[in-house]
């Protein structure tokens, strides 16, 4: 299996988890709950450098067809 496709996954989770805690979350006067937002931003930016690294291993894993050239005139 293509290393880049669970990246693709575990990074899209990651990011959508982090909008859940980004959004859920109301601190009032929580600092608790403050930090727990914040990790919600960290989880999220994090989750989208994962899902862009797992773009570039599947797109640099393709493996591409060999150039056939037919020089027969």
């Known amino acids: 299996m293509k290393t880049g496709i ?8 990651m990011f959508i988890f982090g909008l ?4 859920l979350i109301n601190p ?5 709950l403050e ?6 931003t960290f ?4 989750g ?3 899902t862009l690294a797992g773009i570039l291993l599947y797109l640099l ?3 591409e067809q060999p150039i056939k050239e037919n020089y027969d005139v």
């Open 6 to 13: 669970p990246l693709i996954v575990a990074g899209t989770t």
């Open 20 to 23: 859940m805690l980004f959004y």
């Open 28 to 32: 009032e006067e929580n600092k608790n």
């Open 35 to 40: 930090i727990i937002k914040n990790m919600g």
């Open 43 to 46: 989880v999220g930016l994090t």
């Open 48 to 50: 989208m450098g994962v």
């Open 61 to 63: 894993s393709k493996n």
